[in-house]
Structure formats: C-alpha cells, structure tokens
T-cell receptor, first 117, second 113 residues
Framework: AQTVTQSQPEMSVQEAETVTLSCTYD???????LFWYKQPPSRQMILVIR??????QNATENRFSVNFQKAAKSFSLKISDSQLGDAAMYFC??????????????FGTGTRLKVLA | NAGVTQTPKFQVLKTGQSMTLQCAQD?????MYWYRQDPGMGLRLIYY???????DKGEVPNGYNVSRLNKREFSLRLESAAPSQTSVYFC????????????FGPGTRLTVT
C-alpha cells in the first residue's frame, strides 16, 4: 500500500524569504500523480501544484515549485518570496495511476507554515 | 458556478443521535469522496463513489454509510454518533480528464458530545 510522509509538523519562514516543505512517499507503481494542497484558516482546501510522475520536468506555478525526485520518492514544495497569505497547512497527496483501477488519494499529515512579518 | 457545496457547516450532536451530511457538486464530475480530518492525521478517506450508482469503502468506513443519490449528490450518514466521530468532514469530487485533481467543499465541523 502507498504511504505519504510529511516529517515537518510545523515550519516558519520570514516574509519574502524562501521555504521548502518536505514530502516523501512509498509506492511500487511507476506512474502516479502527486499534489500539494493548501488549507488556510478558512478550512478550504486549495490545489497549489500537481506533478505527473511520467514528467521529468518539475512543475512550477508562479512562486510555487516542486523538486520531484522519482528515484528517491521525494516531492518537496518550494515557496519563494513568501507572503503573509501563504500561512496555512500544506498537505502532500498521492494518487495511483488511473489505469490501476483505484480512485483513492492518500494524504500526508500536513505541515503548518507560519510566515513571520 | 458553486463547485462543491456541503451542508451543514457546523453541527453538534449528542451520542447516539443520527444525522446526514449533504454534498453536491455542479461540475458534472463522476467521482466523489468523503474524508475526515483530525489533528495530526491529515485527511482520511471514509467512502468514495467512482461513478453514479457505485460506492466503496475507504480507510475508515466504520460507523458511516453513504448514498450516491445521483451524479450531483453524495451524502454521508452517521447512524449512531459517537464522540470518536468528532471531526471536520470534507466532501470532494473529481471529473474526467487527465489532471486528476480533487475539488473540495468547505467542510463540516461536527462535534459529538
């Protein structure tokens, strides 16, 4: 069974600085999808970025980028030029290859990011 | 376009009471999901429905039942609430296409006393 591990329960970053959130996963599959979701105090889950395992290029969305290391089964999120609005809980999530017949997503336990003014 | 809606937003139940959490999506999505979120445990899948007319158990299904009423609606029922079911409940949906991202509702905070 697949697992997702976020080993940093809490991180802090100074406003305008860069921070990296870690995520590792365990799987025997070769094709899958990885996601980072943001959950601000409003509780709403918001997709930050996605990565397809078959793509070697790391995904980027504005100030958010990932470092996807397939062999190491690592999927870290880098937030550049951190803003106060980035303060939230961040969840890493894994989804199996759709052709595996499973529709399940597996979430990590989350990392709470604090942004210091 | 409302996306995924959930009702109610907050609920307090006494042990043994029953209730149904409602979820609806207007994106014509096939797959729908119910999660619970507890401190330090992330989101855990309770039940999911890959398509209209089908439902399957997730990681923590005990104490819950679901109904996929139609393509839009997926409800979660607690037949006899227990304090261990105090949690925040999220409904999510996913459509066709190859992005495979989920869209989440705003959540329901449920307290069982």
């Amino acid at each position: 069974a697949q697992t997702v591990t976020q080993s940093q329960p809490e991180m802090s970053v100074q406003e305008a600085e860069t921070v990296t959130l870690s995520c590792t996963y365990d799987t025997s599959e070769s094709d899958y999808y990885l996601f980072w979701y943001k959950q601000p105090p409003s509780r709403q889950m918001i997709l930050v970025i996605r990565q397809e395992a078959y793509k070697q290029q790391n995904a980027t969305e504005n100030r958010f980028s990932v470092n996807f290391q397939k062999a190491a089964k690592s999927f870290s999120l880098k937030i550049s030029d951190s803003q106060l609005g980035d303060a939230a809980m961040y969840f890493c999530a894994y989804r199996s290859n759709p052709f595996s017949g499973t529709y399940k997503y597996i979430f990590g336990t989350g990392t709470r990011l604090k942004v210091l003014a | 376009n409302a996306g995924v809606t959930q009702t109610p937003k907050f609920q307090v139940l006494k042990t043994g009471q029953s209730m149904t959490l409602q979820c609806a999506q207007d994106m014509n999505h096939n797959s729908m999901y119910w999660y619970r979120q507890d401190p330090g445990m992330g989101l855990r899948l309770i039940y999911y429905s890959a398509s209209e007319g089908t439902t399957d158990k997730g990681e923590v299904p005990n104490g819950y039942n679901v109904s996929r009423l139609n393509k839009r609606e997926f409800s979660l029922r607690l037949e006899s609430a227990a304090p261990s079911q105090t949690s925040v409940y999220f409904c999510a949906s996913r459509g066709q296409g190859n992005t495979y991202e989920q869209y989440f509702g705003p959540g329901t905070r449920l307290t069982v006393t």
